[in-house]
T-cell receptor, first 116, second 115 residues
Framework: AQSVAQPEDQVNVAEGNPLTVKCTYSVSGNPYLFWYVQYPNRGLQFLLKYITGDNLVKGSYGFEAEFNKSQTSFHLKKPSALVSDSALYFCAVRGPFSGGYNKLIFGAGTRLAVHP | ETGVTQSPTHLIKTRGQQVTLRCSSQSGHNTVSWYQQALGQGPQFIFQYYREEENGRGNFPPRFSGLQFPNYSSELNVNALELDDSALYLC??????????????FGQGTRLTVV
């Protein structure tokens, strides 16, 4: 079965330090991978995606993610964290898996807390 | 902000009642998906509509139903509400076209509380 794992419930980092939010996936075939961010009482905002090509993907707000096929990982990174980056981050994988339609399968989310 | 809007933003219903949630998709998008996000969890896929037809469904009972209209807006209907239906309901729109499918853009969600 297809799944996404975010092994850390929360990541704490000091402002200005680099941050990494981890994601691993299990899916047959070539995955389409996404990162979304959710601020309190808001919907999900798209950050970046990997479809094919370069393993390092750059996205919004200075975020980037590295696709590693051998480790089935898609970790989110940022060189220098901001307090305003504090939010809930979701990794997701998209099909089609069966039935010919696309759906997103999300991880449980990782809360990022950036301290001044 | 995305061009996806949902209404209402919050509502409170009593167990056993019925509820309708609405979503206006982003201009140019032809596919709408609905997700349920329970507190502390990631969103779970409910179903997807493409050109007014349901073309995929997650592990949700038949009392969860939907519609997509010619302008690609959509409704989610839930009958016989249960306490466990309390959640944030998210609508996502995208443009489907085989391998060129776009990423999904989400609305701000509807917070449903069942008491």
């Amino acid at each position: 079965a297809q799944s996404v794992a975010q092994p850390e419930d929360q990541v704490n980092v000091a402002e200005g330090n680099p941050l990494t939010v981890k994601c691993t996936y299990s899916v047959s075939g070539n995955p389409y991978l996404f990162w979304y961010v959710q601020y309190p009482n808001r919907g999900l905002q798209f950050l970046l995606k990997y479809i094919t090509g370069d393993n390092l993907v750059k996205g919004s707000y200075g975020f980037e993610a590295e696709f590693n096929k051998s480790q089935t990982s898609f970790h989110l990174k940022k060189p220098s964290a901001l307090v305003s980056d504090s939010a809930l981050y979701f990794c997701a994988v998209r099909g089609p898996f069966s039935g010919g339609y696309n759906k997103l399968i999300f991880g449980a989310g990782t809360r990022l807390a950036v301290h001044p | 902000e995305t061009g996806v809007t949902q209404s209402p933003t919050h509502l409170i219903k009593t167990r056993g009642q019925q509820v309708t949630l609405r979503c206006s998709s982003q201009s140019g998008h032809n596919t709408v998906s609905w997700y349920q996000q329970a507190l502390g969890q990631g969103p779970q896929f409910i179903f997807q509509y493409y050109r007014e037809e349901e073309n995929g469904r997650g592990n949700f009972p038949p009392r969860f139903s939907g519609l997509q209209f010619p302008n690609y807006s959509s409704e989610l209907n839930v009958n016989a509400l249960e306490l466990d239906d309390s959640a944030l309901y998210l609508c996502a729109s995208s443009l489907a076209g085989g391998r060129s499918d776009t990423e999904a853009f989400f609305g701000q969600g509807t917070r449903l509380t069942v008491v």
